[in-house]
């Protein structure tokens, strides 16, 4: 499966954006998806995974209450929403697809299977 990350883009602190990652192929919907992001220098960071049919969601704890994932199968697309937008987010945010149902790994990039090319969000003080 291929995943094509876009929405990224420069936005001041405090301020909101949309992530979308398309997926091809028909398997999209048996698919857990999760978003990471990497800021230079460092690793990459779990943000948040969805199941393959949407009701389970998890969140790293620096984004839980600001940070919405979603999911569309009809659309083979997952969306992150980020709200209250931090400086120190300025990252390349990744999509990926993992083909297990579940892991009490999710957190791990290690886990996934395919990733997006990721998209750059700048914040800006």
């Known amino acids: 499966v291929q995943l094509q990350a876009s929405g990224g883009g420069l936005v001041q602190a405090g301020g909101s954006l949309r992530l979308s990652c398309v997926a091809s192929?028909?398997?999209?919907?048996?698919?857990?998806m999760g978003w990471f992001r990497q800021c230079p220098g460092k690793e990459r960071e779990f943000l948040t995974r969805?199941?393959?049919?949407?009701?389970?969601?998890y969140y790293a704890d620096s984004v839980k209450g600001r940070f919405t994932i979603s999911r569309d199968n009809a659309k083979n697309t997952v969306y992150l929403q980020m709200n209250s937008l931090k400086p120190e987010e300025t990252a390349v945010y990744y999509c990926?697809?993992?083909?297990?149902?579940?892991?009490?790994?999710?957190?791990?990039?290690?886990?996934?299977?395919?990733w997006g090319q990721g998209t750059l969000v700048t914040v800006s003080s």
């Open positions: 192929g028909r398997a999209f919907s048996t698919y857990a």
């Open positions: 969805i199941s393959w049919s949407g009701v389970n969601t």
């Open positions: 990926a697809a993992d083909r297990s149902s579940f892991s009490a790994l999710y957190n791990l990039a290690s886990q996934y299977d395919y």
